[in-house]
């Protein structure tokens, strides 16, 4: 509840550097069910302008959610839980080996 109010603390003054620390933090004690504080590293991590690690970290959380029982899947909140996971997810770039060659240049 502390961690949660100081957090909220830090992301109002923009201190998002202490604001990650904190997240490190809360995710070391939290069980494997992680997901929630997962999505908040992301959203912090989109304000300080690391979307790649935003985006590495969204892929993260979702993968945990498929990996769980269907059953599990299907509850409302973790139906939402994905949804907003998804909303700020940028489609995965094609990597360098997978990547269409590039056009031939003229002489």
């Given at each position: 509840?502390?961690?949660e109010a100081a957090l909220a603390i830090e992301l109002h003054l923009a201190r998002y550097p202490a604001a990650l620390q904190r997240l490190?933090?809360?995710?070391?004690?939290?069980?494997s069910r992680n997901?929630?504080?997962l999505l908040k590293q992301a959203e912090v991590l989109e304000r300080a302008?690391?979307?790649d690690a935003a985006q590495a970290v969204r892929r993260k959380a979702l993968a945990q959610l498929e990996a769980l029982p269907k059953a599990k899947r299907q509850l409302a909140s973790n139906r939402?839980?994905?949804s907003a996971l998804s909303h700020?997810?940028?489609p995965a770039?094609?990597?360098?080996?997978t990547a269409?060659?590039?056009p031939p240049q003229p002489n």
């Open positions: 509840m502390l961690d490190a933090a809360m995710l070391a004690r939290s069980g997901e929630h504080l302008g690391q979307n939402s839980l994905a700020g997810l940028r770039r094609a990597s360098a080996a269409a060659p590039a």
